[in-house]
């Protein structure tokens, strides 16, 4: 299906909704887009449908969020990324939001999130509750920014 034109208000139109076999192809464009398809990789070893959302609008996926439960009350996330034609419309932060309060419903308590963009940093900390740990983990591929050799690991206690 067409890609729906960017330039028009997406927001009243993006649905946040499970995955399902049939978005992967979108899913993997999408992903490519912020050079986070390397699934199967050493940086994503696997990347299950069942512990995603997708933003939908209108029938194509222009956005995904993952996430992994650790124990009963620790989390991380996985993967978040928004078609670059659909950047800083909210698709991100309302796939964030719904991962987070998911998350949060099932009694999570600890959410940690690493990221390679300090901009990305930034928006974790201002619209999330996100504090920095400290830690910086090495990439050990590529994946992500390839000019940042690091991710920074942040936490927001939900
Ligand atoms: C991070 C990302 C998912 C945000 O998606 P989005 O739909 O643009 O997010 P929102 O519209 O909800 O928020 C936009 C705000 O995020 C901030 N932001 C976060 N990352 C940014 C980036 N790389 N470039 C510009 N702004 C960014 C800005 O404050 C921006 O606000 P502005 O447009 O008023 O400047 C998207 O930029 C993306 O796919 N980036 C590449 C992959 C990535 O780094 N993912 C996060 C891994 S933890």
Redesign the pocket.
């Known amino acids: 299906m067409a890609k729906p034109a960017p330039n028009q208000d997406v927001k009243p139109a993006v649905k946040i909704r499970r995955a399902t076999e049939a978005d992967w192809p979108r899913i993997m464009e999408?992903l490519e887009?912020?050079n986070?398809h390397h699934i199967g990789g050493p940086e994503m070893p696997s990347f299950p449908l069942s512990d995603c959302f997708v933003a939908d609008l209108e029938g194509v996926v222009i956005?995904v969020?993952g996430y992994r439960i650790l124990d009963e009350t620790t989390a991380k996330?996985t993967?978040?990324?928004?078609?670059?034609a659909?950047?800083?419309?909210?698709?991100?932060?309302?796939?964030?939001q719904t991962r987070q309060d998911f998350l949060r419903d099932q009694g999570i308590k600890e959410l940690y999130?690493?990221?390679?963009?300090e901009?990305?940093v930034?928006?974790?900390l201002?619209?999330f509750g996100y504090q920095r740990t400290g830690k910086v983990i090495p990439k050990v591929a590529s994946f992500?920014?390839d000019d940042k050799d690091e991710w920074i690991n942040l936490v927001a206690k939900l």
């Open positions: 999408v887009g912020a986070f956005g969020g996330t993967l978040l990324a928004v078609d670059p659909y950047r800083g419309r909210n698709v991100g932060g309302a796939l964030h999130t690493n990221a390679d963009d901009r990305v930034e928006w974790y201002r619209f992500g920014r």
